[in-house]
């Protein structure tokens, strides 16, 4: 099925939506992104997924080019629209289209490409994923320095996700100096001695919306959480260890490596986690 996409204020079928070849998304992966995940026809924390629009945009210098009401009411619209029950709202925001290819920013004033699709995926909350985990390989974080910015340049996540395929597992955690930063396109816990260990905030990793929800709601179960960085040693001694993510949510790992964590299965904290956040975000939904 055909789905409707918005691109610049129009609602088109996908295969008319063109953007230009001079497009600073398209030459310079100058652009920032989000993913909503959707359930029930509804938004999960669409109100932190605009405020890191908000923050990513400003970080390259780049207008908001709709309130927070408007972004809310095209993520409603496009949901409608392709009538999503479960799935994502991927969003993009370019620099736009200077006409011509040059390093400079275009002149103040270029509008901005603006692009909205959905992604449909029927019973995203019940993965069966979840129910076996993870494995995942570690894999040098060779990504650029300002991973805080949610740039639509993921290249080298990419190559990381073909890594991981080729070692016939799920996924890739980034190592730099020692330590695990994140997923290709999550954030990395690791469980032990009782308490949730995940790298604190800063220029090194995406600040997950998913994180700041699971890290709230963890701490309101009692449960103990430090915001440090851990190295791949201490992940593969781990007794669990999960990701966390719009689209995946809280999904147990239960390999790293090669080596098995624990039990070799979803561990607790992760299962519990998983079922706390899907349930408090279907509530909060808008
Ligand atoms: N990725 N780290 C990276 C590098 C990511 O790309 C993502 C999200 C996250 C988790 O952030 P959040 O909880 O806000 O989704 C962490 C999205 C899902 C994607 O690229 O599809």
């Not at 600073?24 to 100058?30: N, P, Q």
């Not at 993913?35 to 405020?51: A, M, N, P, Q």
């Not at 929800?213 to 959480?225: D, I, K, T």
Request: with cysteine.
């Amino acid at each position: 099925m055909s789905r409707i996409v918005h691109l610049n204020g129009d609602w088109l079928p996908e295969a008319e939506a063109k953007v230009s070849v001079f497009d600073r998304g398209f030459l310079m992966a100058d652009g920032v992104y989000e993913v909503t995940s959707v359930l029930g026809g509804k938004l999960i924390d669409f109100e932190g997924h605009c405020r890191r629009l908000d923050r990513s945009l400003r970080e390259l210098g780049m207008g908001n080019p709709h309130s927070d009401a408007e972004w809310l009411a095209l993520h409603r619209e496009i949901v409608a629209r392709n009538g999503v029950e479960d799935g994502m709202v991927y969003l993009q925001v370019t620099r736009g289209n200077p006409g011509d290819r040059d390093f400079a920013y275009p002149p103040e004033g270029t509008p901005q490409t603006v692009v909205l699709f959905t992604q449909s995926k029927p019973g995203l909350a019940d993965s069966p994923a979840a129910k076996t985990g993870w494995r995942v390989i570690s894999i040098p974080d060779q990504r650029w320095a300002r991973r805080d910015i949610k740039t639509v340049q993921l290249l080298y996540p990419s190559m990381a996700k073909m890594a991981a395929k080729a070692a016939g597992v799920d996924d890739a955690w980034f190592v730099e100096d020692g330590t695990v930063t994140e997923g290709t396109s999550n954030n990395a816990y690791i469980v032990a001695g009782g308490k949730i260990v995940t790298r604190q905030l800063g220029h090194d990793i995406l600040h997950g919306i998913t994180r700041a929800a699971v890290l709230r709601l963890a701490r309101e179960a009692q449960m103990e959480v430090v915001e440090r960085a851990f190295t791949l040693d201490e992940a593969k001694a781990a007794d669990e260890a999960f990701i966390t993510s719009a689209s995946a949510f809280v999904m147990p790992v239960v390999e790293i490596d090669g080596t098995a964590l624990g039990t070799g299965k979803p561990g607790p904290v992760a299962q519990r986690l998983r079922e706390i956040y899907i349930e408090e975000m279907r509530k909060a939904a808008v």
